[in-house]
């Protein structure tokens, strides 16, 4: 079992340092599954056979150390130098290879639990979400708030919430499902959305902005116009780039492309049943659904609510809309 232990514990490491340097594309939920199977494996094969083994051989030898401390006596030998207790311990301890993988178990599957049907965390990459979220802040995600779904397969098992306009969502990214991607729900199943002009409409309603104070942005070092916007119950801000077009260029090919129109004032687009239109809050520094489409159903990961953490600013810590 060390052998083989072993040889599961490099596969594991192996797999790790070869995502880590690019040579693989990691799938960290996989990778948790995988490790929760085979730790649990271990953990049940120590439970009900490795640690009973261990208990009978210390019992054996308790049972051979009285025996000749009872012989030893009768020779009026009272002095031995034998230690039960030590040995005992000894024979009960689990070996390094137990430790590594049935002692990691009640963690592993905590981990896993959580991670897959209750929170996950994630951290904004990008500046797409300005200003409602920034790099570096470390965010919160429910899992369960537009239904549970299997890990490694996404297999939707409770209907949960659909997703409302103005929701803050994660989801696995239509041209590649293996990034995930955080935006602004826009458009649900049946809307029409259009974004002509630097300005959103949805089902021919204008969505109204007003103007708010300047935003500055640190990475950038310059200011960008600000608004302040409702979607459905959320109220949150804007950016826009006096610099950027009103129009969409290098949109790409995406499944129900038919559904939107472009022009030099922007794109309208008919979103599909099942699917989702979505846009960052930087309205001119996001790569969207203007760009590659709608997000299917299938793709949600789940609802973001709450900033943890952000290590450059302790002031970001608190829930968002």
């Given at each position: ?200 409409t ?17 990475d ?7 608004y ?27 499944v ?58 302790l ?5 968002f809309d």
């Open positions: 079992m060390q052998a083989l232990t072993s040889a599961v514990l490099a596969a594991f490491v192996g797999y790790i340092g070869a995502w880590y340097f690019g040579v693989v594309e990691g799938n960290f939920a996989l990778l948790l599954f995988l490790a929760t199977v085979v730790t649990g494996i271990y953990w049940l094969l120590e439970r009900f056979y490795f640690l009973p083994q261990r208990q009978k051989a210390a019992a054996q030898l308790e049972s051979q150390t009285l025996q000749r401390r009872e012989e030893l006596g009768k020779l009026g030998i009272s002095q031995v130098d034998d230690n039960i207790a030590e040995a005992r311990g000894r024979i009960l301890a689990q070996p390094w290879w137990l430790d590594w993988t049935a002692g990691l178990f009640p963690v592993i599957i905590a981990v896993f639990f959580l991670r897959s049907f209750l929170f996950e965390p994630f951290k904004i990459p990008s500046g797409s979400m300005i200003p409602t979220l920034l790099v570096g802040d470390l965010i919160l995600v429910n899992k369960f708030h537009y239904g549970l779904r299997l890990p490694v397969i996404h297999t939707k098992v409770t209907e949960g919430i659909a997703p409302q306009r103005g929701d803050v969502m994660v989801f696995r990214y239509p041209p590649k499902p293996s990034l995930d991607y955080i935006k602004r729900v826009v458009g649900t199943p049946g809307d029409e959305v259009a974004y002509l002009n630097k300005r959103l949805i089902n021919g309603k204008v969505i109204e902005t007003t103007a708010v104070p300047e935003f500055f942005d640190d950038a070092m310059r200011y960008f116009k600000q302040e916007e409702s979607l459905g119950q959320h109220k949150h801000r804007l950016l826009t780039d006096d610099d950027r077009p009103a129009f969409v260029p290098g949109a790409d090919d995406f129900f492309k038919q559904n939107c129109r472009y022009s030099i004032e922007g794109v309208v687009c008919k979103v599909p049943q099942g699917h989702y239109f979505m846009m960052g809050d930087n309205r001119d520094n996001s790569l969207d659904s203007r760009y590659w489409g709608f997000v299917p159903d299938k793709n949600i990961v789940g609802k973001a609510f709450f900033v943890w953490m952000n290590f450059s600013s002031k970001r810590i608190g829930a």
